[in-house]
């Protein structure tokens, strides 16, 4: 039997699995859905031929179970944005040998699909309920791929079978306590690593209720957290801003356990307002789309500068020097890891990297420093250092040092092409408080605080930082907007 039906199988048939605003199934109505809907595939050749397979996935329950469905049968499945932009989705589509297109049929008209794809609704509604067991065995274990531009800034799919996908979801319950009686917002889009890993597959291994909304608005999400008794919420920055921004009156959320950060940490002072808000203390979660969720900082661990947590149940987490031998704790290496939740392949960008065999370390690309008691510290990423007259320097550092600056708001220091010689013209990104900031004072204050050799030659003051849909920093476009000549962005 399909490891995936296997898991769900075993859950209690009468308590409720997936739940959006229209729709709610039990496990052992999800079980019966699903039966019916590969039986119903099995019968079509052109969907059978098809491996590979696109969905731009809704947070929905229609979505949910074309997903799940496919990846029972053994399918390939790209997961993709169905806001993503008709431009993107050519370059994509072009590079890519993925066969069949699903998608909702306002998704498959906006991109002129008609001829070439399914709806969503196609497949789920109007089948026949199956009353017995699946009359078909499927060994072959599908997988999913996930659309990310890293820190490249160029887009790859990268592939995690399901075992991958059901031990992620394993670690959150083993690191979190989870049990059949948590209940999961899922608000973040679920195309995404961390809430695919977190949200859905935490819900499908430990057995609880996955509930699915298709917008974010503070209001009606505190709605649900109110009605549906939610303990997991997931969250990125963008999305704790909104949040705290929304209210301002304390609020009791008496059942929510867990607000888990994913994508990037978030300021201490934003932290405690959340806090005063909504009574929970966040939680960090520090992973990737190739390896799922590595370290988590719990609400009673204090969000020191760079602190990312301990790894989570079943990972092993190890620095490396350069030469990747293991260094002692409080030194600083490359961040690698151990973890049955590795991802296997990569299509597109990345697809001539050498990827790590079973049980191998995989390198994050990130470099930090374990402390005695487990903790991590990250500092920055590999890629992102600097070099000035044969010295290595980690922009982070000078960001540290820049944000103690009272007048300043948000800081990035990059490195751009100085053209005559191999070292980087060391730039600070500034958003100011007050805009009555410039270049010699910030200068100055670094030279205090920092080695000259650390002190930015160029500052360049914007009204905001440029970021990706998940938050992070887009050094990519920020590089490529000041080398193009744009002080202003």
């Known amino acids: 039997m399909s490891l995936l039906l296997n898991t769900i199988s075993k ?13 709610t199934l039990t496990w052992g109505e999800l079980v019966l859905r699903l039966n019916s809907i590969v039986e119903w595939w099995n019968k079509e050749d052109n969907i059978m031929n098809s491996k590979n397979i696109y969905i731009f996935l809704e947070n929905d329950v229609d979505s949910i179970l074309c997903l799940l469905s496919a990846l029972i049968m053994g399918k390939n499945v790209a997961l993709i944005d169905p806001n993503i932009s008709a431009a993107k989705w050519e370059e994509i589509f072009s590079e890519t040998d993925f066969q069949l297109i699903l998608g909702s049929a306002q998704v498959i008209q906006c991109l002129g699909l008609e001829d070439y794809a399914l709806t969503v609704q196609q497949i789920v509604t109007n089948r026949e309920t199956a009353v017995q067991s699946f009359n078909r065995y499927f060994n072959d274990e599908g997988s999913v791929f996930f659309l990310t531009s890293g820190s490249t800034g160029k887009h790859k799919l990268v592939q ?19 049990t059949e009686h948590d209940a999961y917002l899922a608000a973040l889009p679920l195309h995404h690593a961390f809430a695919c890993g977190c949200a859905l597959f935490g819900s499908i291994f430990n057995g609880g209720t996955l509930v699915l909304s298709s917008l974010f608005f503070p209001r009606a999400i505190l709605k649900w957290i109110y009605e549906y008794k939610i303990t997991v919420l997931p969250l990125i920055p963008s999305l704790v801003k909104l949040m705290t921004a929304s209210y301002t ?24 307002l959340f806090y005063s808000l909504y009574g929970v203390r966040l939680s ?23 602190l990312v947590g301990q790894a989570m149940s079943g990972v092993d987490i190890i620095i490396e ?32 990297v050498q990827l790590p065999a079973k049980h191998e370390r995989w390198s994050t690309g990130d470099i930090g420093h374990l402390t005695e008691d487990g903790m991590l510290y990250i500092s920055g990423r590999k890629s992102n250092l600097l070099q000035r007259n044969g010295k290595k320097i980690n922009p982070v550092v000078i960001e540290n040092a820049l944000l103690c600056m009272p007048n300043i708001a948000e800081a990035v220091v990059i490195g751009l092409d100085k053209k005559e010689t191999y070292d980087d013209l060391i730039t600070a990104v500034i958003v100011p408080k007050v805009p009555v900031l410039n270049e010699a004072q910030i200068r100055g204050y670094c030279l205090q605080q920092l080695e000259a050799y650390m002190t930015p030659e160029k500052v360049v003051f914007v009204s905001q930082i440029p970021r990706t849909v998940t938050g992070k920093v887009d050094r990519v476009s920020l590089i490529e907007s000041l080398t193009c000549g744009k002080e202003t962005i």
């Open 11 to 23: 859950h209690d048939a009468n308590v409720i699995a997936l739940r959006d605003a229209t729709s």
């Open 160 to 178: 995690r079978k399901v075992s991958s996908l059901l031990s992620e979801g394993k670690s959150y319950g083993e690191t979190l306590n989870l």
């Open 249 to 272: 009156k304390p609020l009791k959320v008496e059942h929510l356990r867990y607000a888990l950060i994913g994508t990037g940490q978030i300021s201490t002072s934003l932290a405690e």
């Open 284 to 306: 960090g979660n520090y992973g990737s789309s190739e390896t799922g969720g590595i370290a988590m900082r719990l609400p009673e661990v204090h969000p020191y500068l760079n």
């Open 321 to 352: 020097d350069d030469n990747g031998l293991a260094v002692p704790y409080n030194i600083e290496g490359n961040v690698t890891v151990r973890t049955s939740s590795l991802f296997c392949g990569y299509v597109g960008e990345n697809q001539d």
